[in-house]
């Protein structure tokens, strides 16, 4: 088990990364939570498998709780959808005293954060992540949203949780696509912030793929510690800090919009835009191609795309980038890297050079 | 003009109250807000009156404005509103860079600040407040919402006015009710906390039902001030320091429900369960009888029912009161007077006498 603090701002919370600790039970981690029933979020696929789990951690940590399960999938981060769980609580018994449990993915975490935090005013929420992209970058970052019909995550709030429990071990349930999606972050975590870290995801590939819960607990508490120090830094998005946790997604972002939302993952989509913008470095900053090698080399074995997808049209991709809300100023805004370990943010970059980057990793 | 800070939590703002300011134009007053567009929030009612003045001092401070129309009354503050609100906030052009002006009263303010709060996870909000209620009283305090289909105010937050700008001049043009509705919570605030101030109304009754702009100044910001002053110490409702502003509220809520939400006015249901609070407290905790009257007095004087609307069934609104959420572990928690500006917590307090004194203001 590892443990560590987040202090973002002036209310600080403790991560728990303990493979296994869903099935063992987590009670003593929900010891931050009012004494009031608790809301156990979860969605229809993640509640059949450890729904029962969490409420009896809940039960042992000597709350109630009652459970608010939604459909799985993006659709349920809708304004219905969230009045739909507001109706729900009522119904449960919550009140001012109450908090939620969100158990599940970046949807679930999205919405019920958003829920518990707008809920008369504000409930406390506890993270309970189990898919690989919530473990390994989402449930740290106080970011909570919902999508509005027109404009995704358009609202929401930034709210930090009570506390995160990650446990790797329910990682074994996750579709392989999924789990390889969510390798994206981590890789990049280590690819702008921690060159040892990258290093040791390239010895460890093996295990890793294998999601040895061990191995994993490592890595992951390592790759949310690392976020953890950029979001105390800049909690709100206001110094700019947190803008290289965007490495990988000015492409990655053109490609989901270009492609149609659903049609490629979050996470696929940043590892074909981290090797974009590594052969941008190459060309704007003297970036060292042995080193967009080694990214390839990693993303390819964790089953991740190095290139666009088959028949992507590279003109429609930048056409998005500029409709993208990370553009400001009428520049497209990369994060670009200067070595393995280390990014920073590239203005102005000229579009004929991102278009030729495009080019050469299309299909 | 009259200005004053509020420093509740990390985040201050200033207040002015000025009469004619709306008018005159307030320019200055917005430099607080962030460069880039304001959306100016109103209701049907208001933006026919002064959306054109609030459009000229935001093009005044230099930034670019449009228009948000909501129909007026209660039904806007729902999650369908709150949307529609969301996509003609990015139709104008909203961006992070933006600000919300609430040009309206309690509803407006409510929405608005709630939608700003939430748009892009967070842009700064303006209060203009135009009905006497939200000037005297819910334009500082840092609560906005909206309403869920099965409970008001259900989905909120604790959230700070990135300014408040107060002109008693825009009353003129307010439906008497509305103003006599608005002054019962200025009683309100001179009753529990300041015995000088109840004095001064006392003595200013005529100017200030006749709806004096220099007279109001004084008043509003008086009143203004000393919910401030409540509101820093204790921002989000956690150290009971709040509780003492819903005197006349235990029994005026119950009122609105046992006669249904809109039959009575916030402000009229609030007179008589102020009323009857002072009633309680002479059976319980020897208040003046005199001081009762003094109350009576000057409610009337403005307007304000200081008896049960006619045909009101005590019984029913004891029942409302035991559900109301100001309810807690089974007792009925009533805030009571000491004498004229000195105002507490009651414990416990029993149903039966809850019951003789409705009835004693029965009709």
Do not use: W
Request: net charge neutral; with cysteine; hydrophobic share 45%.
């Amino acid at each position: 088990m590892i443990e560590f603090n987040v202090n973002p701002g002036d209310r600080g919370y403790r991560v728990r990364v303990e493979g296994g600790a869903v099935a063992h039970g987590f009670a003593d981690a929900l010891a931050v939570l009012p004494p009031g029933p608790v809301a156990i979020l979860s969605d229809s696929n993640v509640a059949p498998l450890y729904g029962e789990a969490a409420r009896r951690s809940v039960e042992a940590s000597g709350r109630k709780s009652f459970a608010v399960t939604v459909p799985a999938g993006e659709g349920s981060k809708s304004l219905e959808v969230f009045s739909r769980v507001l109706g729900e609580m009522l119904s449960g018994g919550a009140d001012r005293t109450s908090s939620l449990l969100a158990l599940g993915g970046g949807v679930v975490g999205d919405l019920g954060g958003f829920a518990a935090s707008t809920f008369m005013r504000g409930i406390p929420f506890f993270m309970a992540p189990t898919s690989l992209l919530s473990q390994v970058d989402s449930s740290v970052g106080g970011k909570v949203a919902v999508n509005h019909t027109r404009s995704k995550n358009l609202i929401g709030l930034f709210a930090q949780p009570a506390g995160v429990l990650v446990d790797p071990a329910v990682l074994s349930t996750l579709p392989a696509e999924e789990y390889a999606s969510g390798l994206a972050e981590g890789v990049k975590a280590a690819a702008i912030l921690d060159a040892e870290l990258f290093a040791r995801m390239e010895a460890e590939r093996e295990p890793i793929r294998a999601r040895d819960p061990a191995t994993l607990e490592a890595v992951i508490s390592r790759c949310l510690r690392l976020k953890a120090d950029v979001v105390e830094k800049d909690e709100r998005e206001t110094k700019g800090l947190r803008e290289v946790l965007n490495f990988g997604h000015t492409v990655g972002h053109a490609l989901e919009t270009a492609l149609g939302y659903g049609t490629i993952r979050h996470g696929e989509a940043v590892s074909a835009g981290m090797v974009a913008a590594c052969r941008l470095a190459e060309r704007t900053r003297g970036f060292q191609a042995g080193e967009t090698a080694r990214l390839e080399t990693l993303l390819s074995f964790f089953g991740l795309p190095v290139r666009l997808p088959a028949g992507t049209d590279p003109g429609r991709v930048l056409a998005a980038m500029r409709g993208d809300k990370k553009k400001r100023g009428g520049a497209l805004r990369f994060v670009l890297l200067e070595r393995l370990g280390r990014a920073g943010p590239a203005e102005a970059v000229a579009e004929a050079q991102v278009l030729e980057v495009l080019r050469g990793i299309g299909a």
